[in-house]
């Protein structure tokens, strides 16, 4: 379904999400519509009973209705806050859900800060679909509701001020057309300057040591004259429908006025009726109210479009498998990935990784080994070809079922967490993972786990222990690894390396190789290295040269091939 359809039909699915609270803002607006296109009429009969020395019931009930008006006013903010609240977390759930489900290459194809500016703004703006909507419909009705008392009270003051509502919906019609595109554009150059932003806040400390702080600062900015120019063009779009409507409404108003004053001449209204007359023109001319909710409905609708187009990218389907009795045995048949471009990054690879086998993976830089990873444990899936785990495709399996039995560590890991103990536990299971309700410093799960790692040591000096805040423990590239790798260390049956032991000292690097190189546990390893120690102590290499599988045999065997022993030059690197 195209972009477009989906961000119409995501706009009317987030204006249902507000659920009673927009409910009940139509209720209330409904109510304040009834009120103003009563108050007019209730005036003019005031007017001819204070004329005719009448009741007075009907001033008391215009008071009435002004207290009504108050009422709705405060009610119809305190409605459209709630409202807008409850469907901006239900779509942020829903946008934050579907990043998470779909393919890894999907979301690199957007910056960071553009993700998070459609996740908090656009988001946001979309949210406030439901009040835009009901608020939009009610502002047509008083415009209209005054035509038809108008018609009522005298068809030429109703056919008069109906020709000037036509030329306002004209006008209006084209500020809505205009302002959709500009309002998309402008969004769209602000998630490209959030992006840029969020990669030179990453990489501050290079900048700074490069002293290239000012060119950073144009380069992020380099787009602010468009969005400057973006955001004129929307906020000039605004003020010139505000002033063709501010231009024609007067003139609207003054024909009624003078069509009802010659009425009143005529016999055919009376004074109550005349000031009657003049509060529905007045009212009807005044769409200030419905080019402002335009405007909302305007930015709701944008911001529906901008999410839309990330919820368009497919999801990676779940299976429902669990995964039966076994020790972790691997299985690559066919597989085949291919760049944006279409250029082969992995061509028909064929691999049995044995249950319990600690397989090393080498190559030349870009020889697909990083990839290879990623399909192993289904961060993502192949283009061609099957993965299997202990004989069942990855597609099928339950994914609680394949994150325990997968474990990933990479060169450069994301700690995710409050504390040091949350970022270990991350991939365990809750019971496992939850911080201990005693005084105890961690679980057992979570302390084997930074004892593998040879992290124990470091996490013991801390403050805090395990339960020092992320934020506050200070970590070398190194000790960022060993955590890393704790985490990792919770995998049931697989266990995937990525580079993942690049910053480390080669005393620690060798308490953490006898550690995954160990057989307890009998877990399966796949390690992404490009050091020969670690490719030697390995049961098998597996050995990528331009996305193939050039070999697959022991260190040893290998290393007779002078292109093999090339891999391990300087100038070799993880892919």
């Not at 039909?9 to 304040?32: C, D």
């Not at 084209?174 to 959030?194: C, E, K, N, P, W």
């Not at 102590?537 to 022993?565: I, K, T």
């Amino acid at each position: 379904m195209p972009t477009f359809a989906v961000g119409d039909r995501l706009l009317r699915q987030t204006v249902l999400a507000g659920g009673g609270w927009t409910a009940a803002l139509a209720a209330v607006a409904l109510l304040g519509a009834a009120a103003e296109l009563l108050l007019p009429a209730v005036l003019g009969r005031a007017v001819d009973a204070a004329l005719d020395h009448g009741s007075g019931w009907w001033a008391v009930t215009a008071c009435a209705l002004v207290v009504v008006l108050i009422c709705v006013d405060t009610l119809t903010d305190l409605a459209s806050g709630f409202g807008a609240a409850r469907a901006t977390a239900g779509l942020r759930r829903r946008l934050l859900r579907h990043l998470f489900a779909v393919d890894v290459r999907a979301t690199r194809r957007h910056p960071v800060g553009d993700l998070v500016g459609r996740l908090v703004g656009q988001a946001a703006d979309a949210g406030q679909a439901g009040n835009a909507v009901v608020l939009s419909i009610v502002a047509v009705l008083p415009p209209l509701g005054s035509v038809v008392a108008l018609v009522i009270m005298e068809p030429v003051l109703g056919v008069t001020l109906l020709a000037g509502l036509g030329l306002l919906a004209v006008l209006m019609r084209a500020f809505v057309t205009d302002a959709s595109a500009a309002t998309a554009r402008y969004q769209r150059v602000l998630g490209t300057i959030a992006g840029r932003l969020l990669e030179s806040l990453t990489g501050a400390r290079t900048i700074a040591a490069a002293g290239t702080t000012p060119r950073e600062e144009d380069r992020v900015l380099a787009a602010l004259p468009e969005l400057d120019r973006h955001g004129r063009r929307t906020w000039g779009l605004l003020a010139r429908a505000s002033a063709r409507t501010s231009a024609v409404a007067p003139l609207v108003n003054l024909s009624v006025i003078a069509v009802g004053g010659y009425a009143l001449t005529a016999g055919w209204l009376t004074p109550g009726e005349l000031v009657a007359a003049v509060r529905y023109a007045a009212l009807g001319a005044g769409l200030g109210a419905v080019l402002a909710t335009l405007n909302h409905l305007v930015r709701s609708r944008a911001g529906a479009h901008r999410v839309a187009e990330l919820l368009t990218q497919p999801a990676t389907p779940a299976g429902d498998r669990p995964l039966p009795p076994g020790r972790g045995a691997l299985r690559l048949r066919g597989v085949c990935v291919h760049a944006g471009d279409g250029r082969p990054i992995l061509d028909g690879i064929d691999l049995d990784v044995p249950a319990g086998a600690t397989v090393a993976v080498v190559g030349a830089s870009g020889a697909g080994k990083s990839t290879l990873a990623a399909v192993a444990g289904r961060l993502y899936d192949p283009d061609g070809g099957e993965v299997r785990l202990d004989g069942v495709p990855l597609r099928d399996l339950d994914d609680a079922a394949l994150r325990r039995a997968v474990g990933y560590a990479f060169d450069r890991p994301v700690l995710i967490g409050a504390t040091v103990h949350d970022a270990i536990g991350l991939a365990l299971p809750a019971d496992s993972a939850a911080p201990p309700a005693d005084r105890s410093p961690a679980t057992p799960a979570v302390l084997r786990a930074a004892r593998m790692a040879a992290v124990a040591d470091v996490i013991d000096r801390l403050p805090g222990g395990y339960r020092t805040p992320l934020v506050d423990t200070p970590l070398s590239g190194g000790e960022t690894q060993r955590l890393g790798l704790a985490r990792a260390f919770a995998a049931e049956r697989l266990l995937i390396l990525d580079d993942a032991t690049s910053s480390l000292d080669t005393a620690t690097e060798h308490r953490i190789t006898e550690a995954v190189l160990g057989r307890a546990g009998g877990r399966t390893r796949l390690v992404v290295t490009h050091r020969t120690a670690a490719a030697a102590a390995a049961d098998l290499v597996a050995w990528l040269d331009g996305g193939r599988l050039r070999g697959l045999a022991p260190h040893r065997q290998l290393w007779a091939d002078p292109d093999y022993r090339a891999v391990f030059q300087p100038a070799g690197g993880g892919s």
